[in-house]
C-alpha cells in the first residue's frame, strides 16, 4: 500500500481482556517498529522487527507484551490481560530497512487503545 | 546505551520571531538524527534528516537543524515562526544498525 496502515485505528477494552493490535507496513520494507504514546507523552520504544533478524525486545514493559512480524510483512503486537495502564497510543513504523527513504521512517496512524 | 533529550517540555514564542527547538543526543558512531512533528489527532509526519555531509539540514514547512557533533545537538530552528507551527516536536536518533529512539517532545505554542 502507500503508507502503513494500522487497524482497529480505536479499541477499548475491559481490564483483564486480550488485544491484538495489526500493522501493515509498506511493501518491500524490511524493518519494522512499535513504539507507544501514552496521552501527552513521549514515544515509548517497545519492539524492533529488521528483516530476518532476531527481534529486538527490549522496549517491552512487560511479559504480557508481545508481537511476532508473518511472512517479513505483517505485524501483530498482542497485549494479554490488559491494564488501564497500558491505554495509550500504539504507533507502528516502518522503513526500507538499514538504507532510508527520503522521509525516514513512515509512521501510521496509530491504534488507540482505552482499558476501562 | 544511546538517548536522546529534548530538555523543554514547552517553546512559547511570538509569531515572526525565530523559533529554536533543542534536541541533544548520544549514540555511537556516526548518528542518524531525525525530527518528526505531531499535530492534534495527527500522525507524527517526518521534518528532516540527517545522515551524513552538510551539517544544516533543511526540511519540509521552512524548518532547519543544525548538527554540531562537538556539542551533541541537533537544534530544529526556524527564521519565522507561523502559528500554524504550534505542535508537538519529536527529535529522534540511531545509530547505523541499532533501533529509532525518540525524545520526549517538546511542545511548540506560537502566538499570534
Known amino acids: 500500500g502507500a503508507g502503513v496502515s494500522q487497524s482497529p485505528s480505536n479499541k477499548v477494552t475491559e481490564k483483564g481482556k486480550d488485544v491484538e493490535l495489526r500493522c501493515d507496513p509498506i511493501s518491500g520494507h524490511t524493518a519494522l517498529y512499535w513504539y507507544r504514546q501514552s496521552l501527552g507523552q513521549g514515544l515509548e520504544f517497545l519492539i524492533y522487527?529488521?528483516?530476518?533478524?532476531?527481534?529486538?525486545k527490549s522496549g517491552l514493559p512487560s511479559d504480557r507484551f508481545s508481537a511476532e512480524r508473518t511472512g517479513g510483512s505483517v505485524s501483530t503486537l498482542t497485549i494479554q490481560r490488559t491494564q488501564q495502564e497500558d491505554s495509550a497510543v500504539y504507533l507502528c513504523?516502518?522503513?526500507?530497512?538499514?538504507?532510508?527513504?527520503?522521509?525516514?521512517?513512515?509512521f501510521g496512524s496509530g491504534t488507540r487503545l482505552t482499558v476501562v | 546505551a544511546q538517548s536522546v533529550a529534548q530538555p523543554e517540555d514547552q517553546v512559547n514564542v511570538a509569531e515572526g520571531n525565530p523559533l529554536t527547538v533543542k534536541c541533544t543526543y548520544s549514540?555511537?558512531?556516526?548518528?542518524?538524527l531525525f525530527w518528526y512533528v505531531q499535530y492534534p489527532n495527527r500522525g507524527l509526519q517526518f521534518l528532516l534528516k540527517?545522515?551524513?555531509?552538510?551539517?544544516l539540514v533543511k526540511g519540509s514547512y521552512g524548518f532547519e537543524a543544525e548538527f554540531n557533533k562537538s556539542q551533541t545537538s541537533f537544534h530544529l530552528k526556524k527564521p519565522s515562526a507561523l502559528v500554524s507551527d504550534s505542535a508537538l516536536y519529536f527529535c529522534?536518533?540511531?545509530?547505523?544498525?541499532?533501533?529509532?529512539?525518540f525524545g520526549t517532545g517538546t511542545r511548540l505554542q506560537v502566538f499570534p
Open positions: 540527517y545522515i551524513t555531509g552538510d551539517n
Open positions: 549514540v555511537s558512531g556516526n548518528p542518524y
Open positions: 522487527f529488521q528483516g530476518n533478524s532476531a527481534p529486538d
Open positions: 513504523a516502518s522503513s526500507p530497512g538499514t538504507g532510508l527513504t527520503n522521509y525516514g521512517y513512515t
Open positions: 529522534a536518533g540511531k545509530a547505523q544498525t541499532d533501533k529509532l529512539i
